[in-house]
């Protein structure tokens, strides 16, 4: 659940939810979430929290959940629908309610887990009384440590570490990675560290085991986020000694830059991207620096002076080139060939800048040049589809004629003439079967060219920020919608249509 683009909570279900709708089961005032689901089961969830306040179970799944008078006495219920026909109403709970719709099954529910927190706690005491007296009864040599006890002073480092291209990219097992090292501060040993986050490994999680034989006070981690949005890292890292049984697991969180895949080289005007944007903002250079040093994984030394100034980045997934460059007067250039990074690049600096509107100049000649060829398969695609119709229509037509004429020969007994008529249907079917299916051909790749057109101008329209941005978006429909190419691009390129 959003609120715009904050996100209140979320839950993760192999099921899937049929139907929601919004209604104040607990009577609190607040409309609570309802959601029917696949595998038959309705939950009643707060807004904000997502916490579960009321649930109920069908034998199968949900067809539809509404509210209604269905009782028609003056009071209005909530009605859930399973796709077997069952169908069950609820009313609103009571004011002393309050909330509290469930039954004493969630009441036991908590008490079974409060007692599972409880024994794992004994066991975790259990475990350090134990580890007290083995250090007591037989203290290890000095070499291995003891077996479960850390120093008091113990503390886990985390740094990101930008990879050089000279290493990242001449690995021949090995594709170009962002990398996460974890060191301890003392002689004890990281025996494993798991990772959690959304988006970056499959499942959501990666766990790293070095073999007995490579253990070590540190750890070098690659991570290939697949798109340029921050990532929260959440860790859990295995400490001890090399002959420890038990281990400290050490809990922490680190964020991801959005624009970790891009390693900060050395500027080459010969392979300088042609496709840029320009716009002016009234911040100090030092500021861009700040979004820079926040945004992208930078070396340590990085040591950009005042404006003005460039920096030159590398992908790591595709090897292309990104110039940010700043002026004395505010005014910044973007050039890359990616359409997509220079709008997440405009999009984050309207976030950090508190930019509500922000006008550009644009020019993506590559890019500009394919969705001039896309636009052109749009026009043929439709007057293909013009003709297609055209024909299906005049062979309905002469359908109908032939039904007749085969039905005045049966009436007249003239069977050969009849015979010979809906051979002339059958023929013409077969025909009528394979102009739809060329149609259908015809018409998904019209919807797929479309939609490319629509995203571009998604992307155009990402390029600025605020009113300019619904403002290009519009006009570049305009555009389409009158078929006037010239002026779609020049409002792509400066964001509007006048001269």
């Not at 999680?205 to 990532?231: A, C, E, G, Y």
């Not at 340590?300 to 990104?322: H, K, Y």
């Not at 922000?358 to 439709?382: G, M, N, S, T």
């Not at 293909?384 to 020969?409: C, G, P, W, Y």
Request: proline content about 3%; hydrophobic content about 40%; glycine content about 6%.
């Amino acid at each position: 659940v959003y609120d715009k683009t904050a996100r209140y909570w979320r839950i993760k279900s192999k099921n899937h939810a049929m139907s929601i709708h919004a209604f104040d089961l607990n009577s609190d005032g607040v409309c609570e979430l309802i959601t029917g689901w696949s595998n038959g089961k309705v939950d009643a969830r707060s807004d904000r929290t997502g916490e579960v306040i009321f649930k109920d179970n069908f034998s199968s799944a949900i067809a539809g959940v509404l509210e209604g008078d269905y009782r028609m006495d003056g009071h209005t219920q909530l009605i859930c629908c399973a796709v077997d026909g069952e169908i069950r109403g609820y009313l609103p709970g009571t004011a002393e309610m309050r909330g509290n719709l469930m039954d004493t099954s969630v009441e036991q529910d908590l008490i079974r887990e409060l007692s599972q927190k409880k024994q794992n706690l004994l066991l975790e005491l259990r475990n350090y009384e134990e580890n007290a007296k083995a250090e007591l009864s037989s203290p290890q040599s000095e070499a291995d440590g003891p077996r479960g006890i850390i120093p008091a002073n113990t503390k886990l480092h985390t740094a990101k570490l930008h990879t050089a291209l000279s290493v990242s990219l001449g690995h021949e097992t090995q594709a170009a990675h962002a990398e996460l090292c974890i060191s301890t501060s003392n002689d004890t040993i990281i025996r494993a560290v798991l990772i959690f986050a959304e988006g970056i490994f499959l499942g959501e999680s990666h766990v790293v085991h070095p073999s007995i034989h490579n253990l070590s006070s540190s750890i070098r981690i690659p991570i290939t986020p697949p798109k340029d949005v921050p990532v929260d890292l959440h860790l859990k890292t295995f400490v001890g000694y090399r002959s420890s049984t038990q281990f400290h697991v050490f809990e922490l969180t680190r964020q991801l830059p959005r624009f970790s895949m891009y390693a900060l080289t050395s500027p080459d005007p010969t392979r300088e991207p042609l496709s840029y944007v320009n716009f002016v903002i009234a911040e100090r250079a030092q500021r861009v620096v700040i979004w820079l040093s926040q945004n992208f994984l930078l070396p340590e030394d990085t040591n950009i002076q005042n404006a003005p100034f460039q920096v030159c980045f590398t992908s790591l997934r595709n090897g292309g080139q990104l110039y940010i460059k700043i002026k004395l007067n505010g005014e910044i250039t973007i050039n890359t060939d990616d359409i997509d990074l220079a709008g997440d690049i405009i999009q984050s600096m309207a976030s950090f800048f508190a930019i509500e509107d922000l006008q550009v100049e644009a020019d993506f000649p590559v890019y500009f040049e394919e969705l001039r060829k896309v636009l052109v398969k749009v026009d043929e695609y439709h007057s293909v589809h013009q003709k297609l119709s055209a024909e299906m229509a005049d062979n309905s037509n002469l359908i109908r004629s032939l039904l007749v004429r085969a039905e005045d020969a049966r009436l007249m007994r003239d069977m050969k003439t009849m015979k010979n008529r809906y051979m002339e249907l059958y023929d013409l079917n077969k025909d009528l079967l394979n102009g739809y299916k060329i149609r259908c051909n015809n018409h998904t790749e019209l919807l797929g060219n479309l939609k490319a057109v629509n995203q571009a101008i998604q992307r155009a329209g990402r390029l600025r920020v605020g009113k300019p941005k619904n403002q290009v978006i519009t006009a570049c429909r305009d555009a389409i919608r009158s078929n006037n190419v010239n002026t779609l691009f020049r409002i792509m390129r400066v964001g509007t249509a006048s001269s």
